[in-house]
């Protein structure tokens, strides 16, 4: 007769009975070797009876931590699909994107045709209705910065700019620069010239009027100091009037000119910032921001005026 330890040389692993015919030569009570309880309730079984019983199998889930983490290379297709799928750009982003680039040509908006204004005017209007900030001035953070000039209807800036078409001078940058923690902003006008660059800045107080609106007292102008830029570079010939004049003769004159305002330029470099206080209790003004997100802010002033802002730094300032 076997015994039980040479049976258990080959154990069955998917269930607790043994096989009919090893279980007919055992000595022991079947229930002694693993049977169910089950089997033994009841009447008892005779070993051809039991023989035919069908085996029971213990399944058992396994966690999902026992089969190792997920090997690196095999994600699945669909998670592959959603990494490598394109992000869609906002309506918002398509809208920006659209009115950044009709300023194209437009000197701000100083050379926009009527057509070109009228869909400005469309975008901006679609902008605002989507202004992800509803209430600006509680949220000072995103306020805070420097906002480049895109754009504006305001004729004060636009004949401003328009001194900037004068022969060897250029507008470089309007910005707007806002402290939110003092409460203080400050408008600047970059001038560049031949040999020369300067600004002119107004320091202004502004209170906050309501959600979207606060109200601008200037306080004092600044000319800044006349900065010395790179020399001129004198071209062999240049067309006039459809002729080409040769400027070879007349280097040696340009060259000397050059030195003298260079001369000139350096002694006022020296002095400080020219500071003129403005005292006017008229020098005040509104804005009402009504659109700003991280990027661009749009603001409405006096007479309608709309101003395009954009922040410095932003990809929306590359063309």
């Given amino acids: 007769m076997a015994s039980v330890s040479q049976l258990n040389q080959f154990p069955c692993k998917t269930c607790s009975v043994v096989p009919p015919r090893q279980q007919s030569k055992l000595s022991v009570p079947p229930n ?10 009841g009447p008892k079984l005779s070993t051809r009876q039991f023989g035919k019983a069908r085996p029971v199998f213990r399944v058992r889930v396994a966690d999902d931590d026992e089969w190792g983490p997920e090997p690196v290379g095999e994600r699945s297709a669909v998670a592959v699909a959603e990494e490598e799928a394109p992000v869609e750009p906002s309506e918002a982003a398509n809208l920006k994107k659209a009115l950044v680039d009709s300023f194209y040509g437009t000197d701000r908006g100083l050379k926009a045709s009527s057509e070109t204004r009228a869909e400005i005017v469309e975008l901006i209007t679609q902008l605002e209705a989507q202004n ?13 910065g420097k906002w480049i000039l895109a754009y504006t209807s305001f004729p004060g800036v636009l004949t401003l700019l328009s001194r900037g078409t004068l022969p060897l001078v250029k507008i470089e940058e ?3 620069t806002i402290d939110s923690e003092n409460l203080t902003v400050q408008n600047s006008v970059q001038f560049a010239g031949p040999l020369t660059t300067t600004s002119i800045t107004t320091n202004a107080k502004f209170e906050v009027r309501s959600p979207k609106r606060v109200q601008i007292k200037f306080e004092e102008g600044i000319i800044g100091t006349p ?7 004198v071209p062999e010939n240049v067309e006039f009037l459809g002729q080409k004049i040769d400027l070879t003769p007349f280097k040696g004159l340009i060259t000397s000119v050059q030195d003298t305002a260079s001369s000139v330029v350096k ?25 700003l997100d991280g990027e661009l802010r749009i603001s409405r002033g006096d007479a309608g005026s709309v101003f395009v802002l954009i922040k410095e730094g932003s990809s929306l300032l590359t063309p």
């Fill in 227 to 233: 900065q010395l830029t790179d020399s001129i570079v």
């Fill in 267 to 291: 002694t006022f470099s020296n002095q400080p910032p020219l500071k003129i206080p403005i005292s006017n209790n008229n020098a005040q003004s509104w804005l009402l921001t009504t659109y």
């Fill in 32 to 41: 002694s070797i693993g049977v169910p309880s089950r089997f033994s309730e």
């Fill in 174 to 176: 309007i910005s707007q």
């Fill in 132 to 144: 992800p900030t509803p209430a600006p001035t509680e949220a000072l953070p995103l306020l805070n």
